[in-house]
């Protein structure tokens, strides 16, 4: 299954005029990192946090802010000190009787006036801080799923395009790959007779260095196992398991027959062929790197 690692996710819901908010975002990584940041009274809570997310992620660096806005730093909620407000009020209209002024007061001066506003601890427990906590982590890595398997199906589509192309040279390579010990071997005797003239040659030489070039330019195997490679490669693709770092190895080994096989050819065919696929796999390279 191809996943992207980059993504966006966010989550809300409010509760007694409390709003609890979480974002998370992620990019690239070759690990599973999470940074948090939260008020105190979710922190407390960072390593479960932490490892809720990796549970379900295996790769990428992610970025989770988490806002409790209604609330202070270590879960208070902000209130109304009425009596305080009233009395503020009471003494004002006092004021503007005594001395006939106009009070000029209104909701911007009396908010800003000490004490109007309190902060009062919640009756929440930390389970059942934990368990909101919880629900909306989760929904949130549900959205920024959905951003990540959306990027991962576009990634796949471009990947089994790539994986055509390299077959298709791989074909021809492979259409060559007999044909070319018998081809380098006529023309080593060509050479030879030029060279040699009327001068008889040695058999057994002559099959020993032919022995010699044919294994050299032997590129069969090769061909067997980068086929093998491009199978695996597109069952994982379409496979359920996240497949990031097993397609990483892949793509190493891709690599390594696809020269093998140049260095091998000498021949202007294979190495047309050879130099496309190494443009094709390196691509695939650079997009695995986004899959998890």
Known sequence: MIRSMT??????????????????RS????????ALRAPKVVALFEDQIRQLIQ??????????SITWTGAGETGEELKLNE????????????????YHMDSGLD??????LPDVFTWEHTALSDEETWAMVKDLVGRACDNMNLMKAREGQALARDFEQRLDLVRAQLDTVAERAP??????????????????????MDPVRIAQEIALMVDRLDFTEECVRLSAHLDQFRSLVEGPELAGR???FLLQEMNREVN??????????????????????????EQVQNVE
């Open 179 to 200: 044909l070319r010990p018998q081809e380098a071997k006529e023309r080593l005797t060509a050479r030879l007779k030029v060279l040699l003239g009327d001068i008889e």
């Open 107 to 112: 909701l911007r001066t009396l908010a800003a």
């Open 27 to 34: 990019v690239n990584h070759r690990y599973c990192e999470v």
């Open 246 to 248: 097993k397609l990483n």
């Open 260 to 285: 093998t096989i140049g260095s091998k050819a000498n021949d202007v065919a294979v190495a047309r062929a050879v130099i496309i696929m190494k443009e094709e796999t390196e691509r695939l390279r």
């Open 83 to 98: 009596p305080v407000a009233d009395r503020y009020v009471a003494l004002l209209e006092r004021l503007r009787e005594r």
């Open 7 to 24: 993504g966006y996710g966010s989550a809300d819901f409010e509760r007694d005029g409390q709003r609890l908010s979480a974002e998370i």
């Open 55 to 64: 549970e379900r992620f295996s790769r990428g660096k992610f970025n989770l």
